[in-house]
Each structure stands twice: as structure tokens, then as C-alpha cells.
């Protein structure tokens, strides 16, 4: 069915999880070959598959798109979300905004819907962060030092999508970085200070 592209909105997990960018070579498509596959939206006219498309008809001025709608609860969207992004190339940021979706998900099973996820693979006992590892479509491994990486310094995932260092370096940084503060965190003057002037560093005190 056809839809007025005015009434379309961005899913606003869509915004949350994915940045809009790329946006010139998308229109350039479009222009010269239309659209290959309608814009997925749900009963609120948002837009769960297909926002930088939407994004890119609107600067050619389309008046009317293609769409499937779907019937999903906002719980569903998310994996709809991740489903019909998982062709995309992506920053490492957008894989920890997804594996910090799917961690929970497959952590506790929570009966929640997660089949759209794992139907192109066979889960045989794996460690949650391999499975997300899969869903994301890098290994588990490589997950863990992003989300170790976002936990002690959170700027460093820019400098890797900036390509200005890898995850390795930037994971080697974080560890650095961590045992440092742990380190300052385990130095404490001598409580006993009158009339003593006290190293920091070892704790030792001498009278002045």
C-alpha cells in the first residue's frame, strides 16, 4: 500500500540505537533505481525498517511511499528493529546500543520474542555473548572489550569509529586506565597524621 511520506515518522528507537548517516550515496540509489522493498512501519505510521530511505525520499520530495504495516507491541519493535538492520554496516557504537538491547533479552529469556534474531543460526548452549555476538554479526569476544571499553572510558568508542585507533588499542587503554584508578582508589594516607608528615604512596610517616 501506498502512504503520504509527510504522515511517516521516525521510530524513536530507531534514533536511540542507529545514526542517520550516508545519507548522499542512499539518495543517489533511489534516484537511479526507486526503492527495492517497502518501508516497514507500524500501526503509528513509524518507521521501523527503512529510516535513512525515509530520510532520503524526503529530500527528493517524494509525496507517496510503499509500505508494510505491521502489528507490533514496542517490545517487538526493538527486535524488529535490530532484524532488518542486521545487513547494515554499522559504528561500533550502534553494536553496543544493540548488544545492550540484547544482552537482558537472552540473559533471562523473559518469554520475550527473540526468534526473529536467531532463526539464521543454531544456538546450542553458547555464552549469552556469543549469541549476541552473532545477532550483531561480530564475535563475542570483540563485544565484550566494547562494552568493557564503554564501561571505564566511553569517549574511546568515538576515537574507534573516528578510525583513529582500533578496539584492541582502545581496549588496552580502558585496562590501563582501570588499574590506574584502582590503584588510586587502594592508596590511603595514615590515619595517625598529628604532627607526622605521611607518604601517600607507601603510607609511611615520620615526625616534623
Known sequence: MKIAVTSLTHHPRNQEIYSLSNIDDLVQSISEVGLLSPLVINEENQVISGNRRLVAIRSLGWKEV?????DVS???AEILL?????????TSRELLNEAKILFPRFKIGQGKRNDLLTCDFEITGEKTREIVGKVVGISGSQIQKLLYIDKVQPSLITFID???ITVQQAYAQARHLDKVSDAQ?????????????CSIITGDCEEI
Open 185 to 197: 582508589q587502594n592508596l590511603q594516607p595514615s590515619k595517625d597524621t598529628s604532627n607526622k608528615s
Open 66 to 70: 510503499d509500505v508494510e504495516v505491521v
Open 162 to 164: 573516528d578510525g583513529e
Open 74 to 76: 514496542e517490545d517487538e
Open 82 to 90: 535490530i532484524h532488518h538492520n542486521k545487513q547494515r554496516v554499522k
